[in-house]
């Protein structure tokens, strides 16, 4: 990271990447990937609902939920975006409990579209984890506490989940046909971009953070859902998190 604000700052002083001009930025921030995911979260569930960035179109909102302050905000695609995102979320506005909530393609047979995926750990192919010098391989794992409420709420909801371990992978359009075949034989529930560096970043700082997924595609029968079913038809996965707030 190039830039590494250290002290939680001020709302009214900008990172590179997040200028909230003054609008608070709660401890609690859901983080889809895709910007209009999270104006319409904002739009469709939250109340005093304030912009509190437009930096490069990456939309960040914070308003209520039942009362309790929550925020949420894009966060692009792939880890070296979310992780700069996180990075200043947490470094210099002080966020402590970070919520993905992203679509995810799954890979073992016993899973369907819309099912929500709780991300207990995140494997990947990314060499971002390499930064933190470590003497070995390091898990990144989610938070447990978010992890127990976000299951027991699930299941209050008779929302279908599955908990276990995903893959964060740099590469959408991969050029080893064997390789999730590879991770699914393991174990890897799904694939998705961002969780590995979400997690290695709270984890680095001492905060908070999950993932919460819905399939959106499927790796071994290609069932898959539209561009607009995978911005707004998400809901379950968004009714969870936002029960976490
Ligand atoms: O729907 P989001 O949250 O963007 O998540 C998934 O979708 C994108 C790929 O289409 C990657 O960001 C992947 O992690
Ligand atoms: O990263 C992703 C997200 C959804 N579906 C996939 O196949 N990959």
């Known amino acids: 990271m190039s830039s590494t604000p250290t002290e939680v700052g001020s709302t009214s002083t900008p990172t590179p990447h997040i200028d909230p001009k003054g609008v ?81 393609g799954a890979m073992q047979e016993n899973m369907e579209l819309y099912d929500v995926v709780i991300a207990q750990g995140a494997s990947t192919d990314s060499n971002y984890l390499q930064q933190f010098n470590l003497p070995g391989n390091w898990a990144p794992l989610s938070s447990y506490r978010l992890l127990e409420q976000a299951k027991r709420v699930a299941d209050e909801r008779g929302q279908r989940t599955h908990v276990g371990n995903v893959l964060s992978s740099d590469v959408f359009y991969g050029a080893d046909p064997d390789a999730m075949g590879k991770w699914a034989r393991m174990g890897i529930l799904a694939v998705e971009m961002e969780s590995a560096g979400l ?47």
């Open 24 to 104: 608070e930025i709660a401890e609690t921030i859901l983080l889809p990937g895709d910007p209009l995911r999270a104006k319409f979260i904002a739009e469709t569930y939250l109340d005093d609902v304030r912009c509190f960035n437009e930096v490069r179109n990456m939309l960040g909102f914070t308003g209520t939920y039942r009362g309790r302050p929550v925020s949420v905000m894009g966060t692009g695609m792939g880890i070296p975006s979310i992780s700069l995102y996180s990075y200043e979320l947490i470094h210099h506005f002080g966020v402590k409990n970070l919520i993905r909530v992203g679509t995810c």
């Open 199 to 245: 997690f290695a970043n709270a984890a680095a700082a001492g905060v908070d953070a999950l993932a919460l997924f819905t399939v959106s595609d499927h790796i071994v029968t290609n069932a898959k859902t539209t561009p607009e079913e995978r911005q707004k038809a998400f809901t379950g996965m968004i009714e969870i998190a936002l029960e976490l707030a």
